[in-house]
């Protein structure tokens, strides 16, 4: 059975940083496609933050270019997010993504993420 623990998180002003941690167990590394973050705001659907793949690639949303870094350990099976220059926008519960080689995605539980003077 796969399990996400995601940790990380909490209220950052503008311009700070933060960094979210997702543990993967249950699944070898080489069976899975992608790890990854999504987020999801109030009232809003839940969006791709960014995501890397086992051989190494990273995709990012527009959004979060040049402020975010996506790093995954395929020995660990953690993918981790850097978080900078945060902004009132990216407020959200920030949700641990795994998308395996067949079957359906695995979440994490989801973190809150607050920026906010």
């Known amino acids: 059975q796969v399990h996400l623990v995601e940790s990380g998180g909490g209220l950052v002003q503008p311009g700070g940083s933060l960094r979210l941690s997702c543990a993967a167990s249950?699944?070898?590394?080489?069976?899975?496609?992608?790890m990854g973050w999504y987020r999801q705001a109030p009232g809003e659907q839940r969006e791709l933050v960014a995501y890397?793949?086992?051989?190494?690639?990273?995709h990012y949303a527009d959004s979060v270019k040049g402020r975010f870094t996506i790093s995954r350990d395929n020995a660990k099976t953690t993918v981790d997010l850097q978080m900078n220059n945060l902004k009132p926008e990216d407020t959200a519960v920030y949700y641990c993504?795994?998308?395996?080689?067949?079957?359906?995605?695995?979440w994490g539980q989801g973190t809150q993420v607050t920026v906010s003077s």
């Open positions: 249950g699944m070898y590394a080489h069976n899975i496609n992608t």
């Open positions: 890397a793949t086992y051989g190494g690639s990273t």
């Open positions: 993504n795994l998308s395996p080689e067949w079957g359906d995605d695995y």
